[in-house]
């Protein structure tokens, strides 16, 4: 298989197009290639490597021609609206204007498919921003298919005349409006599992599967699929031997193949073809054409065939996170299965106690689960920051309830919602309760975080999985392999957490809605947070997941300096030692929140300084003719009286994050935006540092 047309191809276009929408440098892009060296025979090597540098290069072309197209400038268009969905308190509309497809927000949720508008929109605000860590716009654009993202001019009005719109989305549609008839909890569950909106379930409930590695199972893709068709299957599987079909002499099963796509064609229409479930139906649909042919063809090589297919129509899409972590489950699935059916000789099918074939369907199970963590853990983990251990088991105990009641019956009720709404709001309440229910299972909660942070933790992990097929390789004795692996995997984890816990410096992030400080004192964090009306969402998804994956674990000292902010949200996500509030100054004229040599002063109301390691932060709400807040940066030498020179860093000024390192006689200023655009500088961040171009050093004077 490995030496087959196909596979050399598929797997040559999908590295390349990857390693080219991530811009990775040619002796970056080349590391990629050394995995294949080992998999790969001698005659054929040398043709994967020029074909995939035929892709790499092309895509690199492609994709530079692309961003050059993007826009986000503010103007009055005319469009016509493709589908609108909820998104969070606003709504989501994509429409298509002269020819290129865009994105807007607003708080109007009475657009419809296929109107036709005259609009004004702007630029969306907080588009720009830049943190740690974070999907640069270019490429979170790219992977959409979208030209830009803006937000709605309410204020200046706009029109739309009513048009014929897209069949399906129409229908997707009528089922959203359907949705705001339930209650709360019922309507985000519906909008999760039947139109792949899973922005309005309850925030706890979220947090909760999230912490129990099962928050996947809300986004539709194979697995909704795959329980769809499985249950038509199992359906027309018991109905066909009873009709004429049977005098056919055409295989049943072949026939339950066919009679079952309208399941998965089903997911795919309500899902609006999103990339997860496209992937999974094309897969599907060509190895049941595979069965119809009597073709036993690879599964690896039918899913290789299905993603390669896939992005030549769309390069783009090799960058959407759903596709990759689609693609990669089901590679995991499949290698799995090989794996434990023929490398462990278990054997589901054959005649044992029904005690031991549920042993071994559980073990199967189990399996399979821990494969697909393995396989998705990098992609997760750099989007959220942790990885949850108990996956697999919570797999294992959950995905009952979810493949023979929640998924079903959310269809159901879908499809009962064309017919006789009243009766499919009824279904749909019942199966709300349920989920409360479930909700509250005792299920496993172990969120596992690196002290890494999670560039290190990535080069870490590709380095000891390149190491380990090098060394599996060589003609050692297994056993001296296996044991140098061992002791090599956590000593070099624990030599890059010592030189991490030796690093300090400051993030200044920069969000819409909220202010922050984050002091890393060597192996010490702490936390600085003033946040206003509207916080909730920064918070959540931008705030509390870039300290996850800047290796944050433990705060030794949170301070807030308003009265909005939510202490259950940072208690949830880290162990904090001290927590303090304005008030606190007030009660305690000599308070000391963090330590000797690392203080933090309010001077007055609105004024604030932090003095860490000679470096001395003015953190100041007044400046209203420059910005609102302005942070200004101070320093001194070494307790030294000079002449105090100010670099001011201020909110309206900054579209990106701000890192402060201090040091002996001077202090490095690095923004975000130039970190992001050196290599070395996001791979071995924090110990590569390139200064930024805009703000170089700045060193003391005699």
């Not at 004429?244 to 295989?251: A, E, Q, R, S, T």
């Not at 434990?340 to 054997?347: A, Q, V």
């Not at 791979?683 to 050093?697: C, D, G, K, N």
Request: charged share 20%; glycine share 6%; proline share 5%.
């Amino acid at each position: 298989m490995r030496d087959t047309p196909l596979f050399l191809l598929s797997t040559a276009l999908l590295l390349g197009l990857f390693t080219a929408f991530y811009d990775f440098p040619v002796p970056v892009a080349f590391l990629f290639v050394l995995p294949f060296l080992l998999i790969l025979s001698r005659r054929r090597v040398l043709l994967w490597i020029l074909l995939f540098w035929v892709f790499y290069f092309t895509g690199v072309l492609y994709f530079t021609d692309k961003k050059k197209f993007l826009d986000f400038t503010s103007a009055e268009v005319y469009l016509k609206v493709h589908k609108i969905e909820p998104y969070y308190d606003k709504y989501k509309v994509l429409a298509e204007s002269e020819g290129n497809w865009i994105e807007f927000s607003t708080r109007y949720g009475s657009f419809k498919p296929g109107d036709l508008c005259k609009v004004t929109l702007r630029e969306k605000k907080g588009l720009r921003l830049l943190n740690p860590f974070g999907i640069a716009l270019e490429e979170r654009l790219l992977s959409k298919g979208l030209q830009g993202e803006y937000q709605l001019e309410e204020k200046k009005g706009f029109y739309c005349t009513q048009a014929a719109g897209n069949l399906i989305e129409g229908l997707r549609y009528k089922l959203f409006r359907f949705s705001e008839g339930l209650s709360f909890l019922s309507r985000g569950l519906f909008l999760a599992l039947v139109l792949g909106v899973d922005s309005q379930l309850p925030k706890d409930y979220i947090e909760t599967l999230k912490s129990q590695g099962l928050y996947h199972q809300l986004a539709i893709s194979g697995f909704n699929l795959a329980v769809l068709y499985g249950l038509f299957y199992k359906f027309w599987r018991w109905l066909l031997p009873f009709t004429p079909l049977i005098k056919l002499g055409f295989p049943i099963q072949l026939w339950a193949y066919l009679f079952s796509l309208p399941g998965a064609w089903l997911i795919l229409i309500f899902s609006g073809f999103q990339p997860p479930a496209l992937r999974a139906f094309i897969f599907l649909s060509i190895l049941i054409l595979s069965k119809l042919l009597f073709k036993n063809t690879e599964a690896l090589l039918l899913l290789l065939l299905t993603a390669s297919l896939l992005v030549i129509f769309d390069p783009a899409l090799i960058g959407s996170l759903s596709f990759q972590l689609s693609f990669l489950a089901t590679l995991a699935l499949l290698l799995g299965d090989k794996i434990l059916r023929h490398r462990l000789r278990l054997n589901l099918d054959q005649e044992v106690p029904l005690l031991k074939r549920l042993l071994f369907k559980a073990f199967y199970g189990l399996g399979l689960s821990i494969m697909v963590s393995l396989f998705t853990f990098p992609f997760l983990v750099y989007a959220t920051g942790e990885f949850p251990l108990a996956t697999p088991l919570n797999n294992l105990l959950a995905t009952p309830f979810w493949s023979f009641v929640f998924i079903p019956f959310s269809i159901l009720s879908a499809l009962l919602a064309l017919i006789y709404p009243p009766l499919a709001g009824f279904v749909m309440e019942r199966i709300g309760e349920v989920f409360s229910f479930y909700m509250h299972f005792p299920l496993f909660s172990l969120p596992g975080r690196s002290a890494l942070p999670v560039n290190l933790l990535l080069l870490w992990l590709f380095f000891i999985t390149l190491l380990g097929g090098l060394f599996f390789r060589m003609t050692f004795r297994r056993g001296i392999k296996i044991a140098t692996l061992i002791l090599m995997v956590p000593l070099s984890y624990l030599g890059l957490s010592y030189f991490y816990q030796r690093v300090s410096f400051v993030l200044i992030p920069r969000a819409l809605t909220q202010q922050a400080l984050l002091i890393k004192d060597r192996e010490d964090f702490y936390l600085v947070v003033k946040e206003g009306k509207g916080s909730e969402v920064e918070r959540s998804y931008l705030l509390i997941p870039l300290l996850k994956k800047l290796g944050v674990k433990e705060l030794k000292a949170l301070l807030f300096l308003s009265e909005e902010a939510s202490f259950r949200d940072y208690q949830r996500a880290f162990s904090i030692g001290k927590t303090y509030t304005l008030s606190d100054f007030e009660l305690f004229e000599d308070l000391r929140v963090f330590r000797p040599g690392l203080e933090f002063v309010p001077l007055q109301k609105g004024l604030y300084l932090l003095e860490f390691q000679g470096l001395s932060i003015l953190w100041d709400e007044g400046l209203k003719e420059r910005a609102l807040p302005g942070i200004e940066v101070y320093y001194r030498v070494k307790g030294r009286s000079k002449m105090r020179k100010t670099q001011g860093i201020f909110e309206k000024e900054r579209t990106s994050a701000t890192f402060l390192f201090p040091e002996e006689s001077y202090f490095i200023v690095l923004d975000e935006r130039d970190r992001g655009a050196s290599f070395l500088g996001k791979s071995l961040f924090p110990f590569w540092i390139e200064p930024s171009r805009r703000i170089a050093y700045r060193a003391f004077e005699d």
